[in-house]
């Protein structure tokens, strides 16, 4: 399981979602830009099985509770607006992971 801390280190403490610099210090956990850690895919999705330092994300606090149970096509079509489901299912992982998928 990646860590808070290593996801911060990968992503250059920039939330995955809005790109938002993350913080991270204890009694920081509750606020909007505290650093958490993101599913991309929830447990019944089969690329859940990608390994989890691959398929977790750094994501702020605001944007971890604004997407709750939102599957990543959802989310992302909110968030990011001109993302299509087709263009997600072709997604190259190793553009965030800084390795090949
Ligand atoms: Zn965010």
């Not at 990543?72 to 997604?91: G, L, N």
Request: proline share 5%.
């Amino acid at each position: 399981m990646a860590t808070v801390a290593s996801l911060m280190e990968r992503h250059n403490g920039k939330c995955f979602w809005c790109e938002q610099q993350c913080i991270m210090y204890p009694g920081a956990n509750n606020r909007p830009n505290a650093a958490t850690r993101d599913h991309l895919f929830p447990q019944t999705d089969p690329r859940r099985q990608i390994p989890t330092q691959f398929s977790q994300v750094l994501s702020c606090r605001k944007c971890n509770n604004e997407r709750g149970a939102l599957s990543f096509e959802d989310y992302a079509a909110i968030k990011w607006r001109c993302i299509s489901v087709q263009i997600v299912d072709q997604f190259d992982f190793s553009a965030f992971t800084g390795r090949a998928a």
